[in-house]
């Protein structure tokens, strides 16, 4: 069975950093494109970041430059570095994962298993 679990969300002020964290198991992480996601109430899931199999990060324009996506093979472990936090980067963030080693998308249709999620709230 497959278990996504992120941790490392909280409260922070404008221009403040956190480090969420993603526990994968009941997979083969190494072997599998890994994607952050956020919403926020009455929006639709957006995707943040992405890494594939190869490490090779892609990121969404609002946070590029400011996040920075990263896993840990040997520790089954996603990792999504925050700085410069805004109010807008407040959200529900999810750690998922795609049934391939390739990401190709933010679509949320493209990622097979799903965390719980971890709040982030930015305060101005």
């Known amino acids: 069975q497959v278990h996504l679990v992120e941790s490392g969300g909280g409260s922070v002020q404008s221009g403040g950093s956190l480090r969420l964290s993603c526990a994968a198991s009941?997979?083969?992480?190494?072997?599998?494109?890994m994607g952050w996601f956020r919403q926020t109430p009455g929006r639709e899931r957006e995707g943040v970041a992405r890494i594939d199999s190869l490490y090779d990060p892609e990121y969404a324009d609002s946070v590029k430059g400011r996040f920075t996506i990263s896993r840990d093979n040997a520790e089954n472990t996603l990792y999504l570095e925050m700085n410069s936090l805004k109010p807008e980067d407040t959200a529900m963030y999810y750690c998922?994962?795609?049934?391939?080693?390739?990401?190709?998308?933010?679509?949320?249709?493209?990622?097979?298993?799903w965390g719980q999620g971890t709040q982030v709230t930015v305060s101005s």
């Open positions: 998922a994962a795609a049934g391939r080693s390739y990401c190709y998308t933010f679509s949320m249709a493209g990622y097979s298993y």
């Open positions: 009941g997979i083969t992480y190494s072997g599998y494109c």
